[in-house]
């Protein structure tokens, strides 16, 4: 069985953003919590052996908060999974800490980059800073220096993705994405992907901010349907995941038009191995009954 990118949940759901569609607030904790949890190394193994078994070449820290917030344990996380060799390795941030305590992480850039860290997404909503602050930091006056975050990055070596949630109000349609590949041409981005905002079909597991803001902010059938045209028309496929998910050249910048919280249950592959710290193995995070250990 083929499986397109191995999860691990890094840190909990601690998070230093506010950001109202998070996944954190719409999905059941599953043994994720605030402090830093113990991790069930011997499970990790387990789940690094099947990743690379089911040919693996994309690992994601990622979390039900923010995994820079607790920076010694990716790098553990690192050490403990060098020996599987997985190709790519990528870690998923909002980007505040990195850009606000850029001395104080000099030394886990560099750790995590020699350890075979190569890609560092930062999720984004918009390409104008004040749209991404009223999402992420609405409690602070400004958001931080993103095109300065994504050149420091490269300094240290790593590839840049920004993963931009499309929304309605925010970037939701062709203007507003040429926009968005312009600012990430003028940076140097490697890679764009769009990722329309979703909530999931399941109830709001109590969080009614959450799925009333979503609800609001999901984009129209025109609106995303007026993307897709945009990218066909205008721009080259370059490959269709697994899930779905289209990747272009558009103009000459690689976009990829994702889709979130998919399920498919006649897939012949898995879209995720998924660790949790607990030792849980999942590949959906939405359902509890989505567990393989």
Known sequence: MRVQTFSILAGSEACNARCPF????????????????????????????LAKSCGVTTAMFTGKGEPTLFPDQITKYLEKMGKYEFPLIELQTNGIVLAEKIDSYDRHLKTWYEKGMTTIAVSIVHYEPEKNREVYVPYKKNYIDLPRLIGTLHEYGFSVRLTCIAANGFVDSSRTLDKLLCFAQENKVEQLTLTP???????????????????????????????????????SKLMVLGHGAV???????????????SVQPDADGMRNIIFFPDGHIRYYWQYEGAILL
């Open 197 to 235: 905002v979703n909530k999931p079909d399941a109830e709001h597991n109590g969080h009614l901010e959450s799925w009333n803001w979503t609800t609001a902010h999901c984009l129209r059938d025109e609106q995303l349907g007026e993307i897709q045209a945009h990218l066909e028309s205008n721009g």
């Open 22 to 49: 998070c996944i954190s607030r719409m999905t059941p904790p599953l043994g994720v919590r605030l402090k830093e949890p113990a991790v069930n190394w011997r499970n990790f193994e387990v789940a690094c052996r």
């Open 247 to 261: 990747v272009y050249d558009l103009h000459g910048q690689n976009i990829c038009l994702n889709n979130c919280l």
